[in-house]
């Protein structure tokens, strides 16, 4: 079921729980492993995987983020595959043809997957809203079965971009080399800034899933200093309560 929603700004913020559930055993390790040299627990980690419904009083609808997508999707070797962000969407009141803007934070398999829907483009009237440099580095099964189907509705931002009246990317590398985050007035979607709230605390914690963990933790450091100076509210995506204040 969604989350409960936020009105910043004039945009009301519906979390969509895609899924819930462990990590599959193919990349499961215990905690300390996956954030080495942290004071996190050795205790299971049971991961939401959220998306993010944007409503403008305008009517505009934008997406932050995908899901793990269908049983056969590029996330299903260790996600709790098939996510259910079609459902969230339809409780929400949203077919898919009406979103117009699709922001994918990074090509990882549990933020992209469900950008397509039997080998086409889910949400048919929608810009695909990627960073250049993630569009750069893409390969293989994100490759072949995301960004190819989605090419004729990509657009590539490169930095920081206003993609929607009022919703705004910015560049965030580390976890990915082209990793973006959303800003809709104080809310801060982080994709994967931050995986577990271990980092929140210590911004400095790596994450063993990072492709860059030094560059990862000079952008967590710098960004969420900045977000903490304007007491901003995050949207984290994996988190089991979406929205945390700063
Ligand atoms: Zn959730
Ligand atoms: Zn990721």
């Known amino acids: 079921m969604p989350h409960q929603p936020l009105t910043v700004?004039?945009?009301?913020?519906?979390?969509?729980?895609?899924?819930?559930?462990?990590?599959?055993?193919?990349?499961?390790r215990p905690l300390p492993e996956l954030f080495p040299g942290s004071?996190?627990?050795?205790e299971p980690w049971v991961l939401h995987f959220h998306c993010y419904l944007l409503r403008d009083r305008a009517g505009r609808v934008t997406l932050v983020d995908t899901g793990i997508g269908a049983a056969d999707s590029p996330a299903s070797s260790w996600a709790p595959v098939p996510g259910t962000l079609a459902g969230e969407l339809a409780a929400a009141g949203v077919a898919p043809a009406e979103v117009g803007t699709v922001?994918?934070?990074?090509?990882?398999?549990?933020?992209?997957?469900?950008?397509?829907?039997?080998?086409?483009?889910?949400?048919?009237?929608a810009r695909y809203v990627l960073q250049q440099a993630e569009l750069d580095t893409?390969?293989?099964?994100?490759?072949?079965?995301?960004v190819t189907p989605i090419k004729g509705q990509l657009q590539a931002v490169e930095?920081?971009?206003?993609?929607?009246?009022?919703?705004?990317?910015?560049?965030?590398?580390g976890h990915t080399p082209g990793h973006q985050i959303a800003r809709?007035?104080?809310?801060?979607?982080?994709g994967d800034l931050v995986l577990h709230p271990v980092q929140l605390a210590d911004p400095r914690?790596?994450?063993l899933y990072d492709d860059d963990a030094e560059q990862a933790v000079a952008t967590r450091v710098e960004v969420l200093d900045g977000l903490r100076a304007e007491r901003a509210v995050l949207a984290t995506a994996h988190f089991?309560?979406?929205f945390v204040r700063l």
């Not at 700004?9 to 499961?28: K, Y």
């Not at 930095?159 to 590398?173: D, F, I, M, N, Q």
């Not at 809709?184 to 982080?190: D, K, Q, R, S, W």
């Open 138 to 146: 893409a390969r293989g099964a994100i490759l072949e079965q995301v």
């Open 205 to 207: 914690v790596r994450y």
């Open 159 to 173: 930095g920081e971009a206003e993609v929607s009246p009022g919703v705004h990317v910015r560049l965030t590398p």
């Open 9 to 28: 700004s004039g945009v009301e913020v519906t979390p969509l729980c895609d899924a819930v559930g462990p990590m599959g055993e193919t990349i499961r």
């Open 184 to 190: 809709v007035g104080e809310l801060a979607m982080t």
């Open 39 to 42: 004071a996190v627990q050795d």
């Open 240 to 242: 089991s309560d979406p």
């Open 103 to 125: 922001i994918l934070t990074h090509l990882h398999s549990d933020h992209a997957s469900g950008a397509v829907a039997d080998g086409r483009p889910l949400f048919e009237n």
